[in-house]
């Protein structure tokens, strides 16, 4: 019978190097961060700012700061294009449907 799934030393956790254990803490902790926060201000959802905190990690700090700048600019242009649409196609309600 072959038990090669049943190693302790095979097991991905155990094999991981110091800068993956080092990512994986800074993750934990900014996530854990982000959710005080939230429960702190009192937000109606606090659970999107953990999971914001999830999706912008990144292991190196400058990918971290331009992944978040382009979710910000993202955000932007989606807010900009909700606005353009829903002004012009507000009063045809046929129009807005599709648009």
Not at 41 to 70: H, Q, R
């Amino acid at each position: 019978m072959n038990f090669q799934w049943l190693a302790w030393d095979q097991l991905p956790w155990i094999k991981a190097n110091a800068g993956q254990w080092r990512y994986a803490l800074r993750n934990a902790i900014a996530m854990c961060l982000a959710l005080s926060i939230a429960y702190a201000l009192d937000l109606d959802e606090p659970y999107w700012a953990m999971t914001s905190a999830a999706v912008i990690s990144f292991p190196t700090v400058g990918g971290a700061i331009s992944k978040s700048l382009g979710r910000i600019v993202g955000s932007l242009m989606g807010a900009s294009a909700a606005l353009l649409i829903a002004g012009h196609t507000l009063n045809e309600p046929w129009l807005f449907t599709f648009a």
